[in-house]
């Protein structure tokens, strides 16, 4: 099956939010092919550097920064209340 996953913070290296999200991904990965939105990677806004050279099997990265038309759209959600603001 193949799974949108919107996890805007995750690194297989920093702790909280974003190894939840790392943890998701990495268990999910081995029954579904997944293609991940991530904002950043560390606690600086468009910060990618946590996914260099990382390649995992059935998981494609799709990196979303602060100021892309996918991001503005995300967010109109956010503006209608029907979310909670997204990266």
């Not at 910060?47 to 050279?53: I, P």
């Not at 990382?54 to 029907?82: E, G």
Request: with cysteine.
């Amino acid at each position: 099956m193949k799974i949108l996953v919107h996890a805007y913070q995750t690194s297989p290296i920093i702790g909280s939010e974003f190894s939840v999200a790392w943890n998701y991904i990495m268990q999910m990965a081995q029954k579904h092919e997944l293609y991940v939105l991530v904002g950043q990677t560390s606690y600086q806004m468009n910060d990618f550097s946590g996914l260099e050279n990382i390649k995992i099997p059935n998981v494609t990265f799709i990196k979303i920064s602060s100021d892309s038309f996918l991001c503005k759209l995300l967010n109109l959600f956010y503006k209608k209340s029907f979310t909670s603001p997204t990266f």
